[in-house]
Every structure is written in C-alpha cells, then in structure tokens.
C-alpha cells in the first residue's frame, strides 16, 4: 500500500523526503516555470498549480511569483528598468518554491501576475494590495484607481487565488502551510543583514519549531519575523488560511542574492525542504496534533 493514502506519518514523510533528496541529482532544468517534466504544471483562472497530485501534507504558496503584467495595465507606467525589479516581484521565490515541491512531492499554488497589479497577500481592503509606490519606485498606472477598477482587479486576480487557496487546503487532511517569498538587499539604502526570516503571526508553532532546528541553520543569518512581521501587513495569506482552520502555518522570506541562479536556488530549497519537514516533525503533524 502506498504509504501516503491512509494516514500520513511524517516520519515516512521525512524517510521520503532523504529519499528523494538522495536519488534527486538534478532537480532542476528549469525552463518557462517548469521544474519537472513529470510534475504537474497548470495554469488557469490566474494561478500557477504545480504538483496538485502531491501527497505531502504540506501546501506551498508563492503570491509574488510573477513579474508579468497583462497587456491591458500598459505596465502600469512603470519605466523599463523597474519592470523586473524586487517592486514588481519576488525573484527567485518560485524557483525555490517549485523545487521545493518536488522535492517534497507537495502541491504549490503561486501568483500569475505581479503584485503590482494585485497582490495575493493583501486583502482587497489593504492600501497595499494596489500600491501607488512601492520602495522608491512610483506606479502611475495604480495613481487614483477608481473603484471600479479595483474591484475589477480583485475579481480577476485575488478571488480566484483565494478560492483556489482555500479549497486546496479544504481537501487536505492535515495541511500545513509554506509561503515563499524574496526580499531586497537593500532597501531604503539601508543594506539588509538578515539573509532568511522565519515569519509567523498569533500561531508560532511551525515557526518556532524551525527556529528550534540549529542544524539546519548553519552559515545562514536567521532571524524571526525580519525584514518583516506582523505590523508590515504580511501575514494576510497566514490568516486567511493557516490561522483561521489552526492549521500550523510560516512565511519564510530569502534574501534574493542567496537565490540568483539555479545552483543558488538547488542548494536554497533542499535546505529550506529539509528544514521545514525536521520542524513538521516536532510539531505532530499527521499525528493528531493538527
Ligand atoms: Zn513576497
């Protein structure tokens, strides 16, 4: 029997997850988004699923996936330069995110467009879920959106997100709840020392139990609830999804330059996959516990 249909156990999960890590010698010729052939790669409705078949009880979300900018927006005024910038985007997060998911054999919703244009980890009602400026960068083409506008946006990109989000988590039996996100070197001129933040709101389970996990850490600058936390307004996805079922949930945020290219980005998600389910352990999920 499949050791993943009744009852996931996670020390099966881990046993797997060395498995995999083990016999993975390459897990990523990365072309147009795709981290796997075999692995699941769909995109409708404005979300990226790879890997819905994935029997991990972990679910992994990526909103700041995508730089891309639909026609219609005439990239928001924004000026060439700016268009793949940390404003735009997350870099490097799905490459980690979606290598995660293999490697954790676990399911990965992510974001289609940039989060200039919405962004899923803001509520419809967040003065930044359509910001007019971002760091130093101004957006004209969110200067005075009308209402209509807005709500257009929300319907077109956040409703199906959240629906998508939500019902995945709905059909889980035990999930557990991984954003992935990217952030700036420097920010403001102000150079950023952090290199990973383990981010948590009211529930810290999942997060202090990373936290908990020295080995696992080492030569990296670890720090909770940095470069944000739960007063920059972050912790909407963690809310909405994880918080509100309790199911045990972390943002983790990677500073970009350790992410820059694919052997970067290989060593990142084995670190943060192993990581992540060494914490999963201590915390009794599938176990009851959750
Ligand atoms: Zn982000």
Same mark, same amino acid.
């Given at each position: !029997? ?15 997850? *060395? =498995? ?23 995109? $409708? ?6 890997? !819905? ?9 990526? %909103? ?6 639909? $026609? ?8 060439? %330069? ?22 954790? =054999? ?12 919405? =962004? ?52 889980? =039996? ?19 020392? *952090? %290199?990973?933040?383990?981010? &948590? ?8 139990? !990373? ?35 309790? &199911? ?43």
């Amino acid at each position: !029997m499949d050791k993943f249909t009744e009852h996931i156990s996670l020390c099966d999960l881990f046993q797997y997850f *060395v =498995d995999t890590v083990t016999d993975a010698q390459d897990i990523c010729p990365r072309k147009g988004g795709v981290v796997q052939p075999e692995i699941e790669d769909d995109t $409708e409705d404005c979300v990226h699923r790879l890997n !819905m078949d994935g029997r991990s009880p972990i679910l992994l979300v990526c %909103e700041h996936a995508s730089s891309f900018i639909p $026609e219609e927006f005439h990239n928001l005024g924004l000026r060439p %330069e700016e268009l793949q910038s940390h404003a735009v985007w997350d870099p490097g997060a799905f490459d980690v995110a979606a290598r995660m998911s293999y490697l954790l =054999d676990a399911k990965l919703l992510a974001g289609t467009v940039s989060r200039l244009v919405y =962004d899923c980890n803001r509520p419809p009602d967040a003065s930044d879920a359509m910001p007019a400026q971002s760091e130093r960068i101004l957006v004209p083409g969110n200067r005075d959106l009308t209402e209509d506008a807005k709500a257009a946006r929300v319907t077109a990109f956040y409703d199906p997100f959240r629906t998508t989000l939500a019902q995945t988590i709905a059909a889980m =039996d035990h999930p557990v709840l991984v954003t992935i996100h990217s952030f700036t070197p420097v920010y403001d001129g102000q150079k950023r020392s *952090v %290199e990973i933040g383990v981010l &948590h709101d009211q529930d810290s389970r999942l997060a202090d139990a !990373m936290l908990s996990c020295g080995d696992w850490m080492e030569g990296l600058r670890v720090m909770r609830n940095a470069p944000y936390g739960p007063a920059d307004g972050v912790m909407h996805t963690l809310r909405e999804h994880g918080i509100s079922g309790g &199911h045990p949930n972390v943002m983790i945020e990677i500073r970009n330059d350790l992410i820059a290219g694919g052997a970067a980005q290989d060593t990142m998600a084995r670190t943060l996959a192993g990581w992540v389910v060494s914490a999963i352990t201590t915390i009794g999920v599938g176990q009851g516990g959750a």
